[in-house]
């Protein structure tokens, strides 16, 4: 694993376990189909969430969620109706959402 | 959070008041404009993005909307700047003040350091408020570099000129710390001044046509010069500007308003503008001339206006664009009429144009013999139409001139001529005390009889000329105006009948087949 992708599976796992805290069952991490990529699907009230974890260590190129142009939105959004397709349940409404992590200092990248 | 500001935009060359509503939500960061903004609108967000953040306010990571009202009117131009950044800064809380903004409109453009930049439309926009708008606000904030030329307009309404130079100055402003107001009492009034660099004395001979071209300038009467090539008659109309009386302080204005719509005003401010001479040649469009575009911008006829429209090579022009010069000679005004609306803008212009007398140029020459045939010829003059022909007070023709005269030390310099139409004009000025015209060419039919009071000879001269030459009725009263125009330049109380056979006499041609 490069350093960059390191980062971002340690900003996932974050993710993941705040989602956790504040109720939310998660489904699927790194939900892959044709159509894109989602980093997290997680359930809350029978309400699905798509999330979409972007970390950043700097600001230099601006700020995260800037990161998620129409372009990425687009193809979360094919990915997600991908999703509710085949996963069986019948769902009234859905969640769209970015969780920014930002990272001040790195300590033992070696697991 | 909501926050609303003002700003103005123009339609044609009228102000309408524009209500910037900015609305920052939560959400993903986007920057949405709503409310037919054009592309030069939409650019803004950027601008606006980086003049905040430059100017060491922070900028939001929310989704903003901007709604610009009245939404159904096109928006076009950089102006909406300075009034969005303002409504953002208030939304965030970055400028936190007791009183709203209504009473005060926005016009600027921002650069990326947060400059506040002049823009060219800043005159109108700021005319047409005040005329239209005027008791809704009380204060203007614009680039410093607008406001010497906009302060001509706002002296003596009440309404305060902001000089603002930068963003974050007039952040400060509006939170208290208040920029002075505008002070025009130091501005030295400059004049047009004399540039006049060519001089009429550069054309030899051509005695009647330069009086011809007087009487045009004095009476404001249409003008067209008829000529082989070569004979100067593209000179004399160069010359035309140096003959001009000033603009009055009004004239100036509604004019420098035209240009300034168009966004053609360059540093110079409006009391420095000369009477417009717009020089139009055979390869013009229609648009270009009368105006037009899907949205609406002035034309030459309306850059000419309270000036001279000059059109050479008059009849190689297609016939439908001198046609369409006969409405706006007749009403002083043009309308364009688009789908979203139509607009009006002025076009009181004094009409002068060039031709030739056939294709080849030559007919009538003493010394060279035309090659076009009679239905050349035909063709050719047949881009003058009746109607428009009978629009033209004075036709002049102009023939080469003779060594002897060539060799002349002495012809009608620009001076002379000046000095004519100066006395011209102060007679009129006098006769026309308290009427809405100012010139002959002006002056309504009803009038010629109290105007150009005819003696017996006089007026059993025109019978004959109205009997026996078969003119129309126009044709008729415009002779008597040309006639006073004629008396007019030699200071002659009466219209006599040396008047009247020079007014004759300069519509020769017209007739002619």
Known sequence: ?111 | MLAKTRTAALSGLESVLVDIDTDISSGLPYFNIIGLADTSVKESTERIKRAIINSGFTYPKNRITVNLMPAYMHKRGSHFDLGMAVGLLRATGEIKAEKDDSHRIFIGELSLDGEVMPVKTAFAITAGIIDQEKGKINEIIMSYRNCRECSILTQNTGISLIPARSLSQVADHIRGRHIKAYDRSHEKNEDAGDTADIDFSDVKGHEEAKEAIAAAAAGGHSLLMIGPPGTGKTMMAKRIPGILPPMTAAEQIETFKIYSCAGMTGEDCCSKMKRPFRYVTRNISRAALTGGGRIPLPGEISFAHNGILFMDEMLEIPQEIIEALREPMEEKKVHIVRKEGSVVFPADFIFAGASNPCRCGYLGDPERTCTCSASKIRSYRSHLSGPMSDRIDICTEISRVDYERLMDRKSISTAEMKSWVETARNMQEERFKGCAFRCNAKMPDSLTEEFCRLGNREAGFMREIYIDHGVSTRRYYKLLKVARTMADMRESPDVRMEHLTAAFHYTRFLKKE
């Open chain 1, 1 to 111: 694993m490069t350093g960059k992708r390191k980062t971002g599976s340690i900003g996932e796992e974050l993710a993941a376990s705040i989602l956790q805290s504040k109720g939310y069952y998660i489904l699927r991490r790194n939900f892959t189909c044709p159509y894109g990529e989602i980093d997290i699907i997680a359930v809350k009230n029978n309400v699905p969430a798509f999330i979409e974890v972007k970390v950043r260590s700097n600001n230099r190129y601006g700020e995260p969620c800037e990161a998620v142009d129409i372009k990425k939105q687009r193809r979360i959004k094919n990915a997600a109706r991908y999703f509710i397709a085949q996963c069986g349940r019948k769902y009234e409404k859905f969640d769209f959402q970015v969780m920014e992590i930002t990272v001040n200092h790195i300590e033992d990248l070696e697991f």
